[in-house]
């Protein structure tokens, strides 16, 4: 027999017991009306422990176990442990679910909780960003009256979600989401939601970039292709033409081979195998070198100064500072007109190394300047050609100075012309240059 039931009815004994041994001395009524007595007292005992229980199921989490007394100590002795146990469970089931807030909360991408129903049951941040979600609105309403593009409702519809779903945000117009649905437990889903525009962009550059390359190279290649064609038809030329058809394909190969070598150039780069080897570069006595190829680059058509306001030296790549800065000032012989004066400039400015190029060309208007950078951008496309270039000068020169942690500025007026300016940060200059 259970120990709660034994000792109530050892209460119960006890009473009954008293009531027999008042029988013989007081008599009969008296011995019942103590036993009526005795009943009593143990009925109002229990209804007031009842009470009590009562009391504290009306408000578990609130009040605390009260403490029985007599039969009742056991029953809320194991109540309490319970209440122990479930706080317990409860207080992990909050953190556990305050950790997956907070998971989701930092994921990088929008993650959105569906119901059976495909209404909305929570969201992160950036969720709330991509889609304009907002707390306090749009829990428990469906997705499709807050994400309406019909591309989404039939992927949604289609129950066939292996594959993402790429959408234009509703948000912004420039940017591009990549939309998965993982469907998990009883008919619920997650809606995961990722900001590709970058990749986008780099995939738009890539498919431009091949573009390019594919017209730059097809160009030169058809034209010595002509002038082979032309040599083997007609055997009976004269020196004079197939020396200028010789000349030609010199020329067009001379402009594959520039083209090629810019290109390897900015795979060297650009990988990530190829880490920055440093020295101590003798900054002045590379750009004497650099001013005397850009003098025999001209061929005395423009007037190019060499102002040396500074004998502070680099910590970097000779290499790669030879290649950057060689761009700028070729650009700039190359872009200037005849008779043109050309300034090349080395100074300290700030706590800043400054190496800059001033032309007297035709300037570039405000909308081309951002765009210089970019591979194969040119402003005249046909100019650009005449002069030799591969289109890749400007590109080679901001990897360069990225991997110096330096930077590029580009001033310019229409019909003033254009200064480029390559800035070194005082964390790269270096004062003591070994003796020429």
Same mark, same amino acid.
């Given at each position: ?288 070198? #650099? ?9 005395? !058509? /423009?007037?190019? *100064? +060499? $102002?040396? =306001? %500074?004998?502070? @030296? ?77 289109? #890749? ?9 990225? !991997? /110096?942690?330096? *930077? +590029? $500025?580009? =001033? %310019?007026?229409? @019909? ?21």
């Amino acid at each position: 027999m259970p120990e709660f039931w034994s000792r109530l009815l050892g209460r119960f004994g006890l009473i009954a017991l008293i009531a027999l041994i008042a029988w013989p001395i007081a008599g009969a009524v008296w011995a019942l009306g103590l036993l009526s007595l005795g009943l009593l007292g143990e009925l109002i005992f229990h209804l007031r422990q009842l009470q009590q229980l009562n009391q504290w199921l009306a408000n578990p989490l609130v009040r605390a176990v009260p403490e029985g007394r007599g039969v009742w100590e056991d029953t809320f002795v194991a109540l309490y442990h319970l209440a122990r146990r479930q706080s317990a469970s409860q207080q992990q089931l909050s953190k556990a679910l305050s950790r997956f807030q907070r998971a989701g909360e930092a994921m990088p991408d929008g993650v959105v909780m569906l119901d059976a129903g495909d209404q909305i049951e929570w969201f992160n941040p950036i969720a709330a960003q991509q889609f304009g979600l907002h707390l306090e609105t749009d829990i428990g309403h469906p997705i499709t009256y807050l994400l309406r593009q019909s591309q989404f409702n039939e992927y949604l519809s289609a129950h066939n979600y292996g594959e993402p779903l790429i959408l234009k945000s509703t948000r912004s117009t420039d940017a591009t989401l990549a939309i998965q649905l993982v469907p998990f437990g009883d008919d619920l889903k997650l809606l995961i939601s990722r900001d590709i525009t970058r990749f986008e962009q780099v995939e738009t550059m890539r498919r431009d970039f091949i573009a390019n390359v594919s017209h730059e190279l097809r160009t030169p290649l058809t034209v010595v292709g002509g002038f082979l064609e032309s040599l083997q038809d007609y055997t009976d030329l004269s020196e004079e033409n197939r020396a200028h058809f010789f000349a030609l394909m010199r020329d067009q190969t001379l402009r594959m081979q520039r083209l090629v070598e810019d290109l390897l150039t900015l795979s060297r780069l650009e990988s990530a195998a190829n880490p920055l080897q440093e020295e101590s570069v003798d900054v002045p006595k590379l750009i004497q070198q #650099l001013h005397q190829e850009a003098q025999s680059l001209s061929q005395g !058509r /423009h007037k190019i *100064r +060499l $102002e040396m =306001a %500074s004998d502070t @030296g680099l910590l970097g790549s000779e290499s790669e500072l030879r290649s950057g800065l060689g761009n700028l000032i070729s650009n700039a012989v190359r872009y200037t007109p005849l008779g043109g004066e050309i300034v090349v400039r080395w100074e300290e400015v700030n706590g800043e190394a400054r190496f800059s190029v001033k032309d007297s060309g035709i300037g570039i208007e405000p909308q081309h300047i951002p765009r210089l950078t970019e591979r194969f951008y040119r402003v005249d496309r046909s100019r650009s050609r005449e002069t030799g270039g591969t289109g #890749l000068g400007l590109s080679i020169v901001k990897h360069v100075l990225t !991997r /110096h942690q330096s *930077r +590029l $500025e580009i =001033a %310019s007026e229409v @019909g003033q012309g254009s200064t480029f300016s390559a800035v070194f940060p005082a964390s790269r200059l270096v004062k003591t240059v070994a003796a020429a």
